[in-house]
């Protein structure tokens, strides 16, 4: 890894960690270019401006890299590739700070459009393709509202993390309940 990228780096690590626990409004470039160890101006090299960092890091949040992944995958039948995603998204937001991260992206959807137009992307256009796949998989159509309830109740472990509800379990009882493979 260069230093250019080593740099990098740092600040993407310091930043999500600072904008988890302090919001994007109230984190300063400060307080992240010390926490990454560098000067205010190397952080301004790789990113220039706050808003810039932002929304690098929100993108990082999102899902799109899970939905992605599982897309790339060979499955056997739906229920696997269901409980592959499932299980995938969680262990994503695992870490607090990325969790954090996440949730807070839908409180500044209207101040950046993009990240608006990328997490729209993520819940209905890539949840499409990756049902779209499921049913291929399973021979059964699987109507909006029992998808929009799948990612719901993902959301919903996301947003009031339990870590005394065993993730595959909770995974495999949404698959029986809601899509009934």
Known sequence: ????????????NAAMKVFSEKGY????T????KESGISKGDLFYHFKTKNELIRYIAYI???????????????????????????SFLKKYEDKNMRTLFLMNFGIIEKYPD?????????EEYIDRLFSKVENLSKVKIPLHVRRAFMGALFCYVAWWDTNIDQNDYIKQIIKDIVKL
């Open 25 to 28: 409004d109230a984190a300063s």
């Open 30 to 33: 400060e307080i992240i270019a």
């Open 1 to 12: 890894m260069s230093d250019i990228s080593k740099v990098k780096s740092r600040i993407i």
């Open 115 to 123: 990240i608006k137009e990328a997490l729209y992307k993520s819940c």
């Open 61 to 87: 949040s999102l899902p799109t890299d899970v939905i992605e992944n599982v897309l790339n995958k060979k499955y056997s039948n739906g229920e696997e590739m269901l409980i592959d995603f499932g299980i």
